[in-house]
């Protein structure tokens, strides 16, 4: 991981009507780091990462992906990140081979060289017993890591992951993470969303959101250290509960 920010957001601020999904987000993100963006459900994390992969426009600030402006340069954001959806990302009614060879395609990965590289990725994913499956018989952790590796093929610089592992084993969560450390470890930035605060310590830094705002920012070991904390979750109560107990 370098010093070199690859995500830099300024006053970032995002309203729905009189809502506030956002207020005044500040952060960077570096080259190869893993930047967790955790809280609670209904927290913003989805809102912001959907304005970060260009889904959305701010209301106001400023936000640059990988030296594009998030205003102007859209589509050709959107050309060079990975994006995992919260709400499972793969087309039920077709393959896993199907799956891979359409999103491919969007990005222009056809022909012999594609073929070559799906049949290397099924079998790096055990996958050959059920290539030419539907995708939506195959078991949910299978899905997961399926929609992972689509999300990298065309070797994204950054990937966006928002909530990957939600409602998976604990087995199959680590073997996700496996993944997201050998990605980080070629270089690609990873940019994920969760409210589970065990995967915060996975993370080189973490983001911690409540209504909207960053309750907190640091590496995982530097906020137990100053909250006085044994683990994530405990510097997670911390730091919002007492803010949602004002009544």
Request: with cysteine; charged share 25%; net charge neutral.
């Amino acid at each position: 991981m370098t010093t070199e920010p690859i995500i830099i957001v300024e006053n970032l601020v995002k309203r729905f009507g009189s809502f506030v999904a956002n207020e005044n987000l500040n952060f960077t993100v570096q080259k190869g780091e893993i930047f967790g963006f955790l809280g609670a459900n209904g927290a913003g994390k989805t809102t912001a990462m959907k304005i970060l992969c260009g889904l959305s426009k701010p209301t106001s600030g400023k936000v640059s992906i990988a030296g594009y402006d998030i205003y102007n340069d859209t589509d050709k954001i959107r050309r060079i990140i990975g994006y995992m959806s919260q709400r499972f990302s793969l087309y039920e009614d077709l393959t896993v081979y199907e799956n891979i060879r359409f999103f491919a395609g969007i990005y222009g990965h056809t022909g012999a060289a594609f073929r070559e590289k799906a049949g290397k990725l099924i079998e790096k994913l055990q996958m050959s017993q059920v290539r030419n499956s539907l995708v939506k018989e195959i078991p949910l952790g299978w899905k997961q890591k399926l929609a992972f590796s689509i999300a990298l093929f065309h070797e994204p610089p950054i990937v966006f992951l928002d909530e990957p592992t939600s409602g998976v084993d604990p087995v199959t969560r680590r073997q996700f993470w496996e993944m997201i450390y050998e990605a980080a470890e070629t270089g690609v930035t990873v940019f994920i969303t969760t409210h589970y605060m065990d995967e915060a310590e996975y993370c080189d830094r973490v983001s911690i959101m409540d209504q909207g705002r960053i309750a907190a920012l640091d590496t995982p070991a530097r906020l137990k250290a100053a909250a006085g904390a044994n683990d994530m979750n405990e510097v997670f109560l911390r730091l919002v509960r007492p803010q949602k107990s004002t009544v």
